[in-house]
Nanobody, 119 residues
Framework: VQLVESGGGLVQPGGSLRLSCAASGFTFSSYAMSWYRQAPGKEREMVAT????????NYADSVLGRFTISRDNAKNTVYLQMNSLKPEDTAVYYC?????????????WGQGTQVTVSS
């Protein structure tokens, strides 16, 4: 199983970035996909989730209206479009895949990609 994030970097406040997470080694379309982030000295927090089918999404209040999660099941890839970035969005962003089967939770994590919002 592999989740490989890309697209992080340094951006000025108000700017945009698009993160990508390429998945392999599992049935991507069956898994809910999420983006989490962890800032220095803080706990990891959920940023956005998209379910396996139908495209239903959920966002943290802090990013609602600025970030958009999407997925391409044909490419086994999930994206996070981040607009109107703020310094407080600075964190390592992690891709997560999760499914529950017969009461057992299966979850995988990527290695993370750094996003720094600074002038």
């Amino acid at each position: 199983v592999q989740l490989v994030e890309s697209g992080g970097g340094l951006v000025q406040p108000g700017g945009s970035l698009r993160l990508s997470c390429a998945a392999s080694g599992f049935t991507f379309s069956s898994y809910a996909m999420s983006w989490y982030r962890q800032a220095p000295g803080k706990e990891r927090e959920m940023v956005a989730t998209i379910i396996s089918a139908g495209g239903s999404t959920n966002y943290a209040d802090s990013v609602l209206g600025r970030f958009t999660i999407s997925r391409d099941n044909a490419k086994n890839t999930v994206y996070l479009q981040m607009n109107s970035l703020k310094p407080e969005d600075t964190a390592v962003y992690y891709c997560n895949a999760m499914v529950v089967r017969v009461g057992v939770k299966y979850a995988y994590w990527g290695q993370g990609t750094q996003v720094t919002v600074s002038s």
